[in-house]
């Protein structure tokens, strides 16, 4: 069984940053598809970035090229760093993980950040 765990969330100030990580336990690593949704409240869920396994990765519009999404395989980490936050970048932020075999989908439990004055 899969086992998703997200850490890194908190308080910073607009302009800041933030690295979230999420662990991957249970399976093998390489066998998934790994990202970070967001969600805030009333408000859609969105997709946040998605690495691949051989490394390719895609940005929603809104955080490219502030944030960056990676995978330490030997860690079986997923980290997602976070620079030039901005107020409407508050949100939980749930990992996952889409096994590729049966595009069945994993999900973590969600780290707050928020980004506030």
């Known amino acids: 069984q899969v086992q998703l765990v997200e850490s890194g969330g908190g308080l910073v100030q607009p302009g800041g940053s933030l690295r979230l990580s999420c662990v991957h336990s249970?399976?093998?690593?390489?066998?998934?598809?790994l990202g970070w949704y967001r969600q805030s409240p009333g408000k859609e869920r969105e997709l946040v970035a998605v690495?691949?396994?051989?490394?390719?990765?895609n940005y929603a519009d809104s955080v490219k090229g502030r944030f960056t999404i990676s995978r330490d395989n030997a860690k079986r980490t997923v980290p997602l760093q976070m620079n030039s936050l901005r107020p409407e970048d508050t949100a939980v932020y749930y990992c996952?993980?889409?096994?590729?075999?049966?595009?069945?989908?994993?999900w973590g439990q969600g780290t707050q950040v928020t980004v506030s004055s």
């Open positions: 996952y993980a889409n096994r590729l075999v049966d595009d069945y989908v994993y």
């Open positions: 690495i691949s396994s051989d490394g390719s990765a």
């Open positions: 249970g399976s093998p690593f390489s066998l998934y598809r």
